[in-house]
C-alpha cells in the first residue's frame, strides 16, 4: 500500500491535549511495552476521528496492524469519553449564557433494512440521533448520548433530561417545531397561513435559530461523524470523545 504525508486541520494544543490523557492512562494502567508513543497514538486517534481514516490506511500509515490500531482507537476514545462532561456540569456554563439554541441531528450509519430502530422517517436514511445545546453565537456547548434515529426529538430531548434541566435553571430556549415542550422552548408558529405578526416572530425566530446551524457543522467537520460504520453502541462515546477534543482545541 502506498503511504503519503497529509495534514490535519487542528491546532497542535488539540494533540498534546490527547497526549497527556493517554500518557495518564498508560502510567494508570502500568504497561511498559507499547508499538507507539502516546503522541502517535494521539496523532492516529486524531487522524481517524477528524480525517474518518480508516484502520487499513492507518495501519499502512503507521507501520502496525490492523487490531493495534483498532485497540489504540478505542483506548483513546475510551479516555476522552471519560472525561466529557454530563448535562449537569454542562449546565454551569449554560447558565451564564443569556439563552440557547437546541437542535437535533442525525448521524448516518451502515445499516441495513431490516435494522428499522435506527431508520429516521424524517431524513430517509439509518442514524443516530444527538441533540446539541449552544450558545447564542452558535457555539457548540455539549451534545447528547446517541440514541436511535427513530427517536423524535422531542422525546430525545426529555429523555436526555435537557427540557427539566433549562426549566430548573429559568433559561430561554429556541428550538424547532419538533421540540416545543413547554414555555421556556420557544418555538415557531405552526402553519401555512399565518397571521402577519406570527409570520414576522417565524422570520426573527429562524434568524436566531439559524446559528446553531454552526453547531452542527463543528460536529459534521469531524468526518468519521458523517458516515459512521462502528457499533452503534460505541457511538455515543465517539460523540463524547469529539464534544472534548473540540473543546481542548477552542
Known amino acids: 500500500m502506498l503511504v503519503y504525508p497529509s495534514s490535519i486541520d487542528l491546532s497542535s494544543r488539540t494533540l498534546r491535549f490527547l497526549t497527556r490523557q493517554l500518557a495518564a492512562r498508560r502510567q494508570e494502567i502500568g ?12 496523532l492516529l486517534a486524531v487522524a481517524h476521528l477528524r480525517c474518518g481514516d480508516t484502520y ?7 507501520g502496525i496492524g ?17 472525561i466529557a462532561p454530563s448535562l449537569a456540569e454542562a ?7 443569556a439563552f440557547v439554541i437546541l437542535d437535533g441531528t442525525l448521524l448516518p ?5 431490516a435494522d428499522t430502530p435506527y431508520y429516521s422517517g424524517k431524513h430517509k436514511r439509518h442514524g443516530m440521533n444527538v441533540q446539541v445545546l449552544t450558545d447564542p453565537f ?8 446517541a440514541l436511535p434515529g427513530s427517536t423524535h426529538d422531542l422525546t430525545a430531548a426529555r429523555q436526555h433530561g435537557i427540557i427539566e434541566a433549562l426549566a430548573d435553571a429559568g433559561l430561554k430556549c429556541w428550538a424547532d417545531k419538533a421540540q416545543g415542550a413547554c414555555g421556556l422552548v420557544r418555538v415557531p408558529f405552526r402553519g401555512r397561513r399565518l397571521k402577519r405578526w406570527k409570520r414576522r416572530h417565524n422570520t426573527t425566530h429562524a434568524k436566531i435559530r439559524c446559528l446553531g446551524e454552526r453547531a452542527m457543522a463543528t460536529i459534521k467537520g469531524w468526518r468519521l461523524l458523517r458516515k459512521l460504520r462502528c457499533s452503534t453502541n460505541r457511538i455515543t462515546n465517539v460523540v463524547k470523545a469529539v464534544l472534548v477534543l473540540h473543546h481542548a482545541s477552542a
Open 109 to 113: 450509519i451502515d445499516r441495513i433494512a
Open 91 to 97: 449546565m454551569k456554563t449554560i447558565r451564564t449564557k
Open 31 to 42: 504497561t511498559r511495552w507499547w508499538r507507539l508513543p502516546a503522541a502517535r497514538q494521539a
Open 56 to 62: 487499513a490506511q492507518l495501519a499502512a500509515g503507521f
Open 138 to 145: 452558535g457555539r457548540l456547548l455539549w451534545a447528547s448520548p
Open 66 to 82: 490492523i487490531a493495534t490500531v483498532c485497540r489504540y482507537i478505542r483506548e483513546a476514545v475510551e479516555a476522552l469519553a471519560a
